[in-house]
């Protein structure tokens, strides 16, 4: 290389390095221009996976609303709303109102987050248009004159100036006197609009932090409330509190590097103002801030809190999440301040900022990609400092928890400002607009409130909140568009009665943004319109299976006897039908049961002295093996009456112990269950000892049924207890990084998405498990107990051993490794899943789809599956063939069963099903439409109406249809 310079010569060199030079330049901006791709794909990502997070709410929030409304609406008798609500109708539409709040709200504070997640990807192109003022920036005339041209304010009709004829021109001095006072007016307003951009902010994040410095102070010790732990933002020691203050301290640093790169001469400012108000920010940024920072920075790295944890820092003379929360607090007023001093008219040239710098594609990349550096940074340092000091799983959840709330944070104050740029325009000339507004805010409140109160939900802050907030934006829409319809003699439509914002985002406003409009973009409309189809679809099934489980309840239209038993012509073997498909034999000692063809499944009970081909095979859980768990799950699906003596049954299952039934449930429950009673001795000799020899103690066990395909309400249940798990695993295909999720991570999800349900009123809590767990908690602490069930019997198990903390052995169940989050949210049991490890065994089988509806705890044992080519129809879920399995690989070491055979024609019962259905169809419809009391409906009805006159007012609506002329 230097033979090959030094052969160059003199009059080549300054060109040879000119090019060098900007070889170097183009590598490096190659280099940013990737890095900032990178940012911005990665903030994307966040704002996506925010957006799936808010849609796994949204399914939760619907579903609740979906059944509580159901259940009130066929007044079900689990329903304690129906009676009150069926009798009062306006009370009934009062709280279908303080619901549509809550729905409105969340799907416009997703539509926010869907634009601000573009506006970021893209560079925040509105908010460049809104510094610089440029055309079509919010507030402003959509057409604009020809260049050179001053701007024109049109004249509504009927003004003053109407009254000069239109074809006679203004002299030239007024014109040119109306075009100066234009353009000021214009350079005036875009100049407040900058200050608002620039302004409102900090704003918004100095009142959040105060708010929360606040909230921490008073509701420390405190549990009721808005200190409650349903939603935990103001307890100084929880996860969300914790999680929060991080991401105000983020967005906090964000926006300071982003105020200091558009005002890259500040300090100069700041030094150069006269008066007390530049001389306290100076003096408190050297002798306050940046000493105690700078200590709190160094004890936040060194010594990381955790949830519950409380430290001393500061010299040990305050918490750590006081002096937080102060510090973030301290720094966004100062910053405000400091904004304040720097936008002075006298100042602004000092600090550097000027339209060129923003106007500069290079220049405004270049400091949006240090604001999303700036994010990512400062999320990996966390990330970092939570696995050296509480390990991969609690890094990893609060990573998750940070990656919610700020784009929420983001969104929020995205919101606020560009509120505040719109109000702005209404309220820059009147007076009397803002002190109206000023004063409605608290009538609003107390209106929200009031509303709440008769709806019989005041004791919610939450619902409060979002009501009084859509209250605010009916009123301020309603106050709006009866101002423009006064002023002007036609009725404004379409845009013209509700001026909008037109995003930069908006391809078809801007012509920058037309080429980028690419894959990207299509990809994630059509993932919104998937997602909200999932939704739709899922809410109308869980409709009406609630709807026609409730209507069935009330009339009583069930199939008895669908599981019946029998014992064979030797009165040894016996026979146990499911549905008329599913047929059970067990053949007794010394009867063998004959085969039918050649390819039938071998029948022959496992010998005692041949291998066992399960690890699970052999071991007993206070004295009992599966199969005898399972033999008790089959006996709940089974409805005692003479026919199906249960008794007799047990006879046959356990000829060898005292089993006896201590309870029989009542048939209109919505669960069965039953509980037994057994007498169980120590081994010795033999595996069933006899009951004189050794010690013996009494063992219950609570079975309870799975479901049944009778019960529609069956179906519902299994619908709304793994709904959770269901739409994360489909968030899963669309973000791969929930599939690394720990559990901690997925139940907290889970269970904070169930308390924010709780804060507002729609805790779904009414599940038919309820009755199942009072009873076990009332039974003995002393006493030994088991719970055991199949299918959705056996999730039941699952959930009631783990609330309770008593042994569960569940056959073939659904899993529960997060579904058990919101059950434990719900009763305020919180176990971190150990009752589910620890107490807990699940036996499943490979084909078996039901199983693969959440994840599995605790012991786990897979089979294999013995009718594989039925599995679609369930083959493998079956009981019946669960118990044949286990006898002919894992034995029967109490000698009862000598062969073990299963058949299965499902198409055996389908007729007699469709005939049932059609004939239940029939009755619900004639019973609850013909037979049904019109005039709830009808005073509903008038009070929706009403609800829509009051929202656009009745002149409007009649001249809109042409019944009243303009």
Known sequence: MSQLWEGVKGNERATV??????????????????????????????????????????????????????????????????????????????????????????????????????????????????????????????????????????????GKDSKEPSGKEAPNGASQRRQEVDQTGTMQRRQARRRIVLISPLLVLAIVNSTLLLGQSFCDGRTEGICSDSVPIFQPTAHLNRALRFVLFLALVQWFQAWTGLFSS???????????????????????????????????LLQPAGSGVVRRTLGGLVPHHTADSALVTAWSWWSLLAVYVVMDPQLLGLSGFTLRSVSQDARWKHLTMLFKYTLFFWLAVHFLRGCVAH????????????????????????????VAVALSGAFSRMFWPVLGSLVMLPVVFLLARLLCNWVDRGSHPLLIALTWVHLCRAAFRMARYGGLWLKSDQLPSGEAAYPSIKFALNPDSHKVLKTTYFVERRLGRMAVRVLLLICASFLAILTSCVLLGGLQQRSGLFLEDLVWWQAAKDQKSVEIVNAGASVLTLGAKGVPVVEDGADALPTAVLASNATRRYAVCGHTWHGLQLVDYAFLALTAYISPSEKNAIPELLQHLFPQMDVSIRALQREELQRRWLEFQIRRCEPQNAYWPSWQDGSCRNLTVISVSGTDISRIADYAENLRMWTEPVSLGILATVFPTIRIWPRDSASLVIRTIHDIL??????????????????????????????????????????????????????????????????????????????????????????????????????????????????????????????????????????????CRHDYQPGNTAWSIVQFVWEFLIASFQSSYFHSDFQPTLVAGLGVSLVVVLRHGAPPMLRSVGLVSG
């Not at 103002?273 to 936040?300: D, E, I, N, Q």
């Not at 890094?395 to 928890?401: E, V």
């Not at 789809?849 to 594989?868: A, E």
């Open 391 to 418: 390990g991969f799983a609690v890094a990893q959840t609060d990573l998750i928890t940070i990656s919610f709330l700020y784009p929420l944070l983001l969104c929020f104050i995205w919101t606020a400002t560009f």
């Open 266 to 300: 500040w300090t100069q400012a700041v030094s150069s103002g006269k008066g007390a108000l530049p001389r306290f920010v100076s003096f408190f940024l050297l002798l306050v801030l940046m000493p105690c920072s700078t200590l709190r920075l160094a004890a936040w």
């Open 758 to 899: 709780g804060g507002l009123g729609l805790a779904d809590n009414q599940w038919h498990y309820s009755e199942i767990l009072e009873h076990v908690r009332s039974l003995p602490r002393d006493q030994e107990v088991v719970i055991t069930g199949h299918s959705l019997g056996g999730g039941i198990a699952l959930v009631v051993g783990a609330l309770t903390d008593r042994q569960a052995v569940a056959i073939q169940p659904p899993g529960m490794y997060h579904s058990l989050a919101k059950h434990e949210a719900q009763q305020r049991s919180f176990s971190g899943g150990q009752a589910l490890h620890q107490r807990s065994v699940s036996l499943v089988f490979e084909g078996d789809w039901i199983q693969n509806f959440d994840g599995h705890g605790g012991l786990v044992q897979t089979m294999l599956c013995d009718q594989t080519q039925k599995s679609i129809a369930v083959g493998c879920h079956l009981l019946e063939g669960a118990i044949c399995h286990l006898l002919r690989h894992c034995g029967d070491d109490a000698g009862r069963f000598s062969a």
């Open 17 to 158: 390095w000119c090019r060098h030079i900007v070889a170097e330049h183009g590598e490096q901006a190659t280099m940013e221009r990737r890095a900032a791709r990178c940012f911005s794909v990665g903030s994307l990502y966040i704002f996506a996976q925010a957006l799936g997070l808010f849609w796994l709410f949204l399914v939760s929030l619907l579903a609740s609303m979906c059944v509580r409304i159901v259940t009130a609406a066929v007044e079900m008798p689990a329903s304690n709303t129906a009676a009150v609500y069926g009798k009062q109708p306006l009370r009934a539409v009062a709280l279908g109102y303080v619901y549509y709040s809550i729905i409105r709200i969340f799907m416009l504070f997703a539509r926010s987050m869907w634009t601000v997640a573009w506006e970021t990807y893209h560079d925040f192109p509105t908010l460049r248009r809104m510094l610089l003022g440029a055309k079509g920036a919010p507030g402003e005339a959509s057409k604009q004159s020809p260049k050179g041209s001053p701007r024109t304010t049109p004249v509504a009709r009927g």
